[in-house]
Every structure is written in structure tokens, then in C-alpha cells.
């Protein structure tokens, strides 16, 4: 029985990358014997087990055949004489499909070094078109590998638009498709995924609702600063609403995190920016009554951690930020220096309680227009 690191984690060892999950393959060797050794298994049927100490994924070397439509019905060959080749050969890129044994050498059938040298993403064999996902893994490893200089080889390209024009995109999940779509938008060049699924022609079956926010410019530069994910699922959905009515916005943002099951992070974040960017945006100019709808609508008394995500939205795609990003969380800061109790003592009660909050806010966003404004010390 042999045993070899595979996939990523060998890939990332030679770019000199951090590795954090580690996939082993196993050769000469039976399910039982897995079990024996005190391996716990993955699935039934599927050759894959856990190490007990190390929680890692170690899988039978198998070939494997494709029986059904999208990510679904892989016929599995997994025996003991199923070669290290033979399981390299099935998988989607040439640096994926690399071994290394314990004492470092690597095994590499199918050139992957030669392509990390050359900078290209290359299929390793036409197996690639069994799995429609690879469409979205290329388009993501060329999203975390571009700033390198890597590229996708013009044949990988032609099979991955073959594979959008076929239906086999249509059948993955969901779940899958988000997946690959949230990883994408946490990589060094998020714009490059969809440039890709653009170029595939993989974006119009899978994202329609993105295209308008491809011929903006600004979006696309916007989403590749270095900020979180969320923040640039925001930016993205705010261009590719630019140009819909502001009162349809909400409802199609809702719909389109409805239809691909974005979390609620993502969801949530979206609306706020979408609707309240152009306030944002145009902080110094708000009077006070607009400073405090703006306050009220984005819920920031409420929720502290949003206030960091839409700054850096606003960062991105603000001309002028120093008045947001300054004077917002001084005029937080002071508002929830209002003590409903102090007004409560003074005898508000019910709606004129709620009235005199109101009133008190209203000063405070006031007294930060007339310059005024000092965290600590505001007069209600
Ligand atoms: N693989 C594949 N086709 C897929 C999924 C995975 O060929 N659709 C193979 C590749 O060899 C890949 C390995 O399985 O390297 C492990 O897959 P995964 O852990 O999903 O990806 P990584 O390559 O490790 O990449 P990441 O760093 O994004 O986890």
C-alpha cells in the first residue's frame, strides 16, 4: 500500500502558497484494509475515508466514469490495482493532477510542473468534460491565480464553452453553483471569474442577472480592491442594478439570492448597499433629517458589524470618502449616547417618549452639520 499527497495541496506547495486542506490517494489497497487500520468511511459506496487522527481525507485511487447529467451519477472503479496514474488522469487540470510521495518527490504524469511554469490552467485530458463544475473551478483558479500571470490554455477554454453550450450546466445544484460563486468572490481577482463564465458564455445560464454589471467599468475595478466577499457581492449586484429603477431593486435582489441561496450575510448586506449607496456616497451633502433616515435605514444603531462592510463599499466606489468614512461612525457613536431612561426621568413616556428620541436624534445629526459634533459630549 502507497500513499500520496495529491491535488491542491501539492499545487500550492510549489507556488510557494499556504496549504490548508491536505487530500491523500491510497494505491494497493482494499476498503477493509482502511477500515482495519482504523479509517472511517466517507460514504457507503464511495472510496474515500477519514484518517483517525488527522481528520484527513484519504481515497482509494479509482477511475471513474460519468452515468449521469451535471454533478451527479459517477460510475466509481476503486481496486487495488488501479494505478496513481490512472488516478490522476480523471481529474480537471494538469496542476491538480500532480502526487508528491513522503520524501518530496513529485510525481507528475501530466506535466502539471511544466504548466505552473508557463503559467497555464490546461485540462488534463477530455475526462474534463465529464463535470460541467470545472467550468466554475477554472474560472476560480484563474479568479486566485491571475495576479500571477496565469491564464486559461485556449483548449481548456474551447472544451469549458462546449460544456456551457451542452445542458450539463443546467443540472448542478444550487448549492454547488453558490459554492463555487462565494469562493470565487474571495479570491485575489474576483472579476476574473466572471470575465471568464462571461467569455464561456457560462454567465448567461448561470448569472444573467449580472451581465449589466459587466460592461461597468467601475464595478469591475471596484470588486477586485481587496475587501470582503460580501462586500463585493454588494458592489456587484449594486452595477448590475444601475441602470433598474431604485424601488425594483429590493425585490430583485431578494429574488436573485432567493434563487441561489445566498446567506443571509450576503443577502442582507446586498439590500442596504443597493438602496442606500447614492446617500451614502453623498453623506456631506445630507441635511439632518436625511443623515438620520440614512442611520435608520442601513439599521446601524442595531448592527455594528455592517457599518466596517459598507465602508469599505463606499471606499470603492465613492469619489470622496473621507466624509463617510470619518463622520459616520462619529455621528454613531454619539446617537447612542441618547439615554431614553435620562428622557423617561424627565417624564416622555409612550409616544412622546418616542417623539423626543426622535427630536434628539435629529439635533445630534444637526450639530454634526454645524460642525459642532463631539462624540462625548452631546447635548439632548
Ligand atoms: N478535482 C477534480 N474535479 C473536480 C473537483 C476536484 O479534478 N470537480 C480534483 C483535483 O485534482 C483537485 C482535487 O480533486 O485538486 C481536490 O479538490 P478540491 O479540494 O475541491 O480542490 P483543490 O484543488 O484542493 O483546490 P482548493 O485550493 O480550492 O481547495
Redesign the pocket.
Known amino acids: 500500500m502507497q500513499t500520496y499527497l495529491?491535488?491542491?495541496?501539492v499545487?500550492?506547495k510549489l507556488l510557494d502558497y499556504p496549504v490548508y486542506?491536505r487530500?491523500w490517494v491510497v494505491v494497493g489497497a482494499t476498503p477493509e484494509q482502511m477500515l482495519k487500520q482504523g479509517f472511517r468511511p466517507v460514504g457507503k459506496d464511495f472510496p474515500v475515508f477519514i484518517h483517525p487522527d488527522s481528520g484527513e481525507e484519504y481515497a482509494l485511487a479509482r477511475t471513474e466514469r460519468k452515468s449521469g447529467k451535471g454533478y451527479t451519477g459517477f460510475l466509481y472503479h476503486a481496486s487495488p490495482d488501479v494505478t496513481l496514474e490512472e488516478d490522476l488522469i480523471?481529474?480537471?487540470l494538469t496542476i491538480?493532477?500532480m502526487a508528491m510521495t513522503d520524501d518530496g518527490t513529485i510525481i507528475d504524469p501530466y506535466h502539471g510542473q511544466q504548466d505552473l511554469q508557463l503559467k497555464l490552467l490546461r485540462h488534463v485530458s477530455p475526462a474534463f468534460s465529464e463535470?460541467p463544475?470545472?467550468v466554475l473551478?477554472v474560472a476560480r483558479f484563474l479568479a486566485r491565480y491571475a495576479s500571477l500571470g496565469f491564464r486559461i490554455a485556449p483548449e481548456t477554454l474551447t472544451l469549458m464553452q462546449q460544456l456551457s453550450h451542452s445542458d450539463e450546466l443546467g443540472h448542478l445544484s444550487t448549492e454547488r453553483v453558490w459554492q463555487e460563486f462565494q469562493?470565487a468572490l474571495g479570491e485575489a481577482s474576483p472579476q476574473q471569474f466572471l470575465i471568464t463564465l462571461m467569455q464561456t458564455d457560462a454567465l448567461v445560464k448561470l448569472f444573467p442577472e449580472l451581465i449589466p454589471a459587466m460592461s461597468d467599468p467601475q464595478t469591475l475595478v471596484a470588486i477586485s480592491q481587496p475587501i470582503d466577499s460580501r462586500v463585493r457581492f454588494a458592489i456587484l449586484l449594486r452595477g448590475a442594478l444601475l441602470n433598474t429603477p431604485l424601488e425594483q431593486r429590493g425585490q430583485t435582489i431578494k429574488t436573485f439570492c432567493d434563487q441561489h441561496r445566498a446567506p443571509n450575510a450576503y443577502r442582507d448586506l446586498a439590500l442596504q448597499f443597493c438602496l442606500q449607496s447614492d446617500q451614502l456616497c453623498h453623506y456631506s451633502q445630507l441635511d439632518a433629517g436625511e443623515r438620520l433616515a440614512l442611520i435608520r435605514n442601513l439599521d446601524l444603531l442595531r448592527r455594528d458589524e455592517h457599518l466596517s462592510l459598507l465602508l469599505q463599499g463606499c471606499a470603492v466606489i465613492c469619489n470622496n470618502t473621507d466624509a463617510v468614512e470619518q463622520q459616520l461612525p462619529l455621528l454613531l457613536e454619539a446617537l447612542r449616547q441618547i439615554d431614553p431612561k435620562a428622557l423617561m426621568s424627565q417624564g416622555f413616556k409612550g409616544k412622546a417618549l418616542g417623539e423626543a428620541i426622535y427630536r434628539a436624534q435629529l439635533a445630534v445629526c444637526q450639530q454634526q452639520i454645524d460642525g459642532v459634533l463631539s462624540c462625548n459630549n452631546p447635548s439632548h
Open positions: 495529491v491535488g491542491g495541496a499545487r500550492d486542506d487530500d480523471r481529474r480537471d491538480n493532477a463535470d463544475l470545472r473551478r469562493r
